[in-house]
């Protein structure tokens, strides 16, 4: 089975500003990783997902994220946000069983960008 | 194809009264997945379709709850006298299945369920 665990609930911060959304996982096998962005009322929108190959992935709106094997982590990092980047971001991930590829996701993380 | 399409987008139903969801998911893809989400939580695997077959049911997916795909194109999801904890939004995504190698699901705009 696998977990994710999303530490902060809600982050603010101002415009042009850097941020981090942290995210950690738990797992008994090899897993895919995620990051999907959710606006108000809306589906998910897939920012980056990890497969394989160079650990730093870098996704849509200028979003990336690090995957880190011995920490089980995978932080997703902007080096300046926008208004328009707040939303909802969820991690998640997915078991390389060759099977199912369902996802299993963290609890979300609310970001508020401000002026 | 634009997209995963639900519908409809919003349902308001009294307690006790059966809904059923539709999802057309993007037509390359055979794979199907519903999940849901409550306020405040991620959201969580109900079913999954390869084709018109139902290969795994979360322990979520009471025995109020039926999902189809009869012809491997849309789904269905129904649920039978529903209850105020049914309210949530449901997510249907769909993907292709790539052997070995996993791939990403598209999502759709979701159905959100309040029960009165």
């Known amino acids: 089975a696998q977990s994710v665990t999303q530490l902060d609930s809600q982050v603010p911060v101002f415009e042009e500003a850097p941020v981090e959304l942290r995210c950690n996982y738990s797992?008994?096998?090899?897993?895919?990783l995620f990051w999907y962005v959710q606006y108000p009322n809306q589906g998910l929108q897939l920012l980056l997902k990890y497969l394989s190959g160079s650990t730093l992935v870098k996704g849509i709106n200028g979003f990336e994220a690090e995957f880190n094997k011995s920490q089980t982590s995978f932080h997703l990092r902007k080096p300046s946000v926008h208004i328009s980047d707040t939303a909802e971001y969820f991690c998640a991930v997915s078991p390389y069983t060759g099977t199912a590829s369902k996802l299993t996701f963290g609890t979300g993380t609310r970001l508020q960008v401000t002026l | 194809d634009t997209g995963v399409s639900q519908d409809p987008r919003h349902k308001i139903t009294k307690r006790g009264q059966n809904v059923t969801f539709r999802c057309d998911p993007i037509s390359e893809h055979n794979r199907l997945y519903w999940y849901r989400q409550t306020l405040g939580q991620g959201p969580e695997f109900l079913t999954y379709?390869?084709?018109?077959?139902?290969?795994?049911k979360s322990r979520l997916l009471s025995d109020r709850f039926s999902a189809e795909r009869p012809k491997g194109s849309f789904s269905t999801l129904e649920i039978q006298r529903t209850e105020q904890g049914d309210s949530a939004m449901y997510l249907c995504a769909s993907s292709f299945p790539s052997g070995r190698l996993n791939t990403e699901a598209f999502f759709g705009q979701g159905t959100r369920l309040t029960v009165v």
């Open positions: 797992s008994s096998v090899s897993v895919y």
């Open positions: 379709f390869q084709n018109e077959a139902q290969l795994e």
